[in-house]
């Protein structure tokens, strides 16, 4: 058993002939399935980008983690709203356990920063040579792929035009986030993870990954996959499931959706647990597109009319939450009481 792997490329085809209709209609049904079944899938993106662009991310990433601690930390954290920059190795706690993990953020720029207000400062960037120019370049096409990949996803969910619409002018701002991670190798006595058991928090997280196998591992439900991941230390909780490898693909990011989408579909789609566990050094780059700041998410009609077709799906409301305020929960509490990000 593996996560479904899905073409984007109807979705960027200007041509909408039938037999296009009839491949963006597959394309967004299996969208659909992959969000009810894991929450997580493998975009191939090799028709929307150069693999190589990437690839020098990888490379630059691995070239300012390289730097001495202290050129490392004139971008640290705390320069800024403690969201924004450079985060040092075990800074970060997940479940009460350092992660094995350096990082930079950015977020979406805001007007008026103010460094004192929690995400409200200003990013910062290394002055490793074409670092942000690239970076940025990145983000623009990670930003328009959360837009095209919202439209399957409306698709997906069979909404009117109208109701489509609505849903992209939630998003048409995004409060993106984009981390670079670099990753030592963990080693067996480590307690905890390379980076330790969370669901992510916003929309859609695209993940580009080098090839390292074993080391992005998905929480599935009561599905028998048979995987080996026995010799790892056992996950805290109470539920029933197996955790499966998001091993990485060629030409594909790992997709996932955050809790935003939850409440869209009324749970219906499940923001899943995942962790990392690195035993070899690794570079990652996630970008995260995220709802815009001051967007309301409730539960989207066309989610419920799902529900209301299948009899046990439906059940209790989730409640409405306005995206910022729900990440100045998250991140910007968190941060300041040193609790992590997740
Ligand atoms: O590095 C990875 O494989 C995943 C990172 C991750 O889950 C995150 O940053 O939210
Ligand atoms: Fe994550």
């Given amino acids: ?18 037999s296009n209709e009839a491949r963006r209609r597959e394309v967004a049904t299996k969208i659909h399935n992959a ?20 690839e020098e991310l990888t490379t630059l990433a691995r070239q300012f983690f390289s730097l001495p601690q202290e050129e490392k930390d004139k971008i640290a954290l705390k320069n800024e709203d403690q969201a924004r920059g ?62 095209i990949v919202m439209g399957a996803m409306a698709d997906g969910l069979g909404m009117t035009s109208e109701e ?23 080693h067996n006595d480590h307690d905890g993870f390379s980076c330790g058991a969370h669901k992510d928090y916003g929309c859609l997280t695209f993940l580009y990954t080098d090839p390292t196998p074993a080391a992005l591992q998905v929480f599935t439900h009561n599905v028998d996959v048979g995987s080996d991941v026995s010799d790892l230390p056992a996950e805290q909780g109470t539920q029933a499931g197996s955790w499966i490898n998001a091993d990485p693909i060629p030409g594909c990011v790992v997709c996932n959706i955050g809790e935003m989408w939850e409440i869209w579909t009324n749970g219906l789609y499940k923001s899943t647990l995942h962790r990392v566990v690195h035993r070899s050094k690794n570079y990652r780059i996630p970008f995260f597109f995220e709802p815009n700041f001051n ?9 419920l009319r799902i529900q209301a077709d299948k009899p046990n799906t439906g059940g209790k409301e ?3 939450v306005v995206y910022g305020d729900f990440l100045l929960n998250k991140v910007g509490n968190n941060f300041a009481d040193g609790k992590g990000k997740y």
Wanted: charge should be negative.
């Fill in 35 to 54: 969000c009810v079944d894991y929450g997580f899938f493998y975009l191939d993106i090799s028709s929307y980008v150069d693999l190589q662009v990437p």
């Fill in 86 to 147: 450079y985060a040092r190795l075990k800074e970060n706690v997940t479940n009460g356990k350092a992660d094995n993990h350096e990082g930079i953020d950015w977020y979406r720029p805001v007007e008026k920063p103010d460094k004192t207000k929690p995400l409200w400062g200003e990013n910062q960037w290394p002055t490793v040579p074409t670092f942000r120019e690239k970076y940025e370049n990145w983000v623009d096409k990670m930003k328009a792929l959360g837009l």
């Fill in 164 to 186: 489509r619409e609505d849903l992209c002018r939630q998003v048409d701002d995004s409060f993106w986030v984009m981390r670079a991670i670099g990753y030592p190798p963990l």
């Fill in 318 to 320: 989730y409640k409405s």
């Fill in 295 to 303: 967007a309301r998410i409730e539960p989207l009609a066309a989610a």
């Fill in 1 to 18: 058993m593996s996560l479904p792997i899905i073409d984007i490329l109807p979705y960027l085809e200007d041509n909408r002939s039938p």
